[in-house]
């Protein structure tokens, strides 16, 4: 089974320029996370999508910050403009339905590694 | 406001002996209790987990404890391997159903062969 796939893996840009992140998730996972994860610090969820619907963004900076996921697969994470602050490894994450109750592993890609200078 | 704290940024341990990683949460909505391993430009990697109903759960070499009346719980690594040499973080969910997870800052492990 193939895993959490994310590109760029690495990205430089400059304050005030615009970048965008795209995640596959793990086939048949409806649910899919963005992480931000800042340096020393564990990963902070951004946003969950279950499907194509938005369960949570309350932790998205959405002057900034958007997302999507068109249908109910990969989705792409934009940030416009970029501040300094926003240097980060940002982190997709898949899960199976979380329909049920019960808790769902949650699946990880590498990472994006995100320079803003 | 870290709702999951790590207060430890890193621990050396010898080979073969035990590693034990702690972490201490604040929220009481939380009922389930993960353990991420995380190697340098990899994801995190689920290692380990507890319900909010027992108090440890063992899995090979990893054994988790929770203490929810201290809200803490800790992750027991026997004998401790050099390929055990990572970071490693401490990771909750709530009750609400929604799967999201709050982690703690990490914890970096080495196992001195």
């Known amino acids: 089974e193939a895993g959490v796939a994310q590109s760029p893996r690495y990205k430089i840009i400059e304050k005030r320029q615009s970048v965008a992140f795209w995640c596959n998730p793990i086939s048949g996972h409806a649910t899919l996370y963005w992480y931000q994860q800042i340096l020393g610090q564990g990963p902070k969820l951004l946003i969950q999508f279950q499907n194509n619907g938005v369960v949570d963004d309350s932790q998205l900076p959405k002057d900034r910050f958007s997302a999507e996921r068109l249908k109910g697969v990969d989705s792409t994470l934009k940030i416009q403009p970029a501040k300094l602050e926003d240097s980060a490894v940002y982190l997709c994450a898949s899960s199976r339905n979380i329909a049920g109750g019960s808790y769902n592993e949650q699946f990880f890609g590498p990472g994006t590694r995100l320079t803003v200078l | 406001d870290q709702q999951v704290k790590q207060n430890s940024p890193s621990l050396s341990v010898q080979e073969g002996r035990i590693s034990i990683l702690n972490c201490d949460y604040t929220?009481?909505?939380?009922?389930?209790f993960l353990w991420y391993k995380k190697y340098p430009a990899e994801g995190p990697t689920f290692l380990i987990s507890i319900s909010s109903i027992k108090d440890k759960n063992e899995d090979g070499r990893f054994t988790v404890f929770l203490n929810k009346s201290a809200k803490h719980l800790s992750l027991h690594i026997v004998p401790s391997q050099p390929g055990d040499s990572a970071v490693y973080f401490c990771?909750?969910?709530?009750?609400?159903?929604?799967?999201?997870?709050?982690f703690g800052t990490g914890t970096r492990l080495t196992v001195i062969p």
């Open positions: 929220n009481s909505m939380f009922d389930y």
């Open positions: 990771a909750a969910s709530p009750q609400t159903g929604a799967n999201n997870l709050f």
